[in-house]
Structure formats: C-alpha cells, structure tokens
T-cell receptor
Framework: DVKVTQSSRYLVKRTGEKVFLECVQD?????MFWYRQDPGLGLRLIYF???????EKGDIPEGYSVSREKKERFSLILESASTNQTSMYLC?????????????FGPGTRLTVT | DAKTTQPPSMDCAEGRAANLPCNHS???????VYWYRQIHSQGPQYIIH???NNETNEMASLIITEDRKSSTLILPHATLRDTAVYYC?????????????FGAGTRLTVKP
C-alpha cells in the first residue's frame, strides 16, 4: 500500500516561530504536493515539486517555502508563522505522466498558531 | 483549467444510488474529469476519472454527457461510509506535473 506520512497530526506554534512540516512517501513518486484546507474554501495548493530540488508555486505560496532534497521527502516551511496560517495542511504524492491520475494523501497536520 | 460547479450539499438514503452532478461547461478537448472524495478527518481519496466515455470501477461510475459540459458521479448503493465531501476536478492530463485544484466540493450525507 502507498503510504504518505506527515510528521505530526497536531501542532501548536507561536506567532513568529519558524515551522517545519515534513512529508515522506514510500512509493518512489516523482511528484509531491502541499495543500492547506480551510472551512468553506476546500483544498488550496501551496507548492508542488516534480523532482528533487525542483519546486513550483501553487495558488497561495505567500508566507511559505518548500524543500525537496530527497525524492521521498517534501518539507513545507513557515518562515515566521502567523495566526492566519492556522489551518489543516495536507501532503500528497503521485507518479508523473499517464500513471499520475491518482494523488495519494497523508493524514494531515492541524497547525494552530497562537 | 475549466471551472467546475457542484451543489454544496446533498442527501441520499442508505442503499439507494447517489448521483452527484458536476457542471464544467468551459471544459476543453484535452481536459479530463477527475473525482475525489474526503471522508472526515482523512486526506482526499481518488475515485475515478474520464475523458469522454463513461467509466466504471469498483467504487463508482462516471457518466459524462456527450457535449462534455457536465458529468455525474454515481455511487450505486450508497452506505453510511460514503458520507464525505466529493470533489469534481477538471484538468489537462494526466501528464507530468499532475497538480490538481480542488474546489469546495459537495458534502454528501448518507442517511439510514
């Protein structure tokens, strides 16, 4: 079974802290994605990566950065956390090309910034 | 990517077919229709996708109109475990990057 794991299910941080959210997949997927989910807004794409050290901005990249040093790991970084970044963060991965119609999601990290 | 319109919520009786509509009137010729669902407290799960022909798998059927401007996801015998938010996504592909844009979806409640 494909497994996408995220470092924490729940996280509480203070305003101004640097926050790292880690995501690991074990299916040798080329693509990895970070989304945030807020009530009434659905999932919104923050960043994605289609190869090691490559990244592409999604729809709401402001206030976030990412890192992909290894194929299986994709990190989301909040350089200086703010209260409006309180949200559920979901990581996903997929193959490229014709096999890539299915994204596999992790369980999510609920981040609260106080 | 073409925009999709889904009703915000629907109810269905357990054991009956659940028919979830999606309007994508601006879809272009190389765009596929994808369906995902998200059960409470879990990440989204892929259900099915199609280009123009109707598709069926073990989870659901996808009916795409001939003009491709709308589609319907059918869960033939809904169970309580099918209660979830269902997302209809229109996207070129599958291709290299495969990034998806999820909207607000339809909240389906299956009632006993």
């Amino acid at each position: 079974d494909v497994k996408v794991t995220q470092s924490s299910r729940y996280l509480v941080k203070r305003t101004g802290e640097k926050v790292f959210l880690e995501c690991v997949q074990d299916m040798d997927h080329e693509n990895m994605f970070w989304y945030r989910q807020d009530p009434g807004l659905g999932l919104r794409l923050i960043y994605f990566s289609y190869d090691v050290k490559m990244k592409e901005k999604g729809d709401i990249p402001e206030g976030y950065s990412v890192s992909r040093e290894k194929k299986e790991r994709f990190s989301l970084i909040l350089e200086s956390a703010s209260t409006n970044q309180t949200s559920m963060y979901l990581c996903a991965s997929s193959f490229q090309g014709a096999k890539g119609y299915e994204q596999y999601f992790g369980p999510g990290t609920r981040l609260t910034v106080t | 990517d073409a925009k999709t319109t889904q009703p915000p919520s629907m109810d269905c009786a357990e054991g009956r077919a659940a028919n979830l509509p999606c309007n994508h009137s601006t879809i272009s010729g190389n765009e596929y229709v994808y369906w995902y669902r998200q059960i409470h407290s879990q990440g989204p799960q892929y259900i099915i996708h199609g280009l123009k022909n109707n598709e069926t798998n073990e989870m659901a059927s996808l009916i795409i109109t001939e003009d491709r401007k709308s589609s319907t996801l059918i869960l033939p015998h809904a169970t309580l475990r099918d209660t979830a938010v269902y997302y209809c996504i229109v996207r070129v592909g599958p291709y290299n990057n495969n990034d998806m844009r999820f909207g607000a979806g339809t909240r389906l409640t299956v009632k006993p």
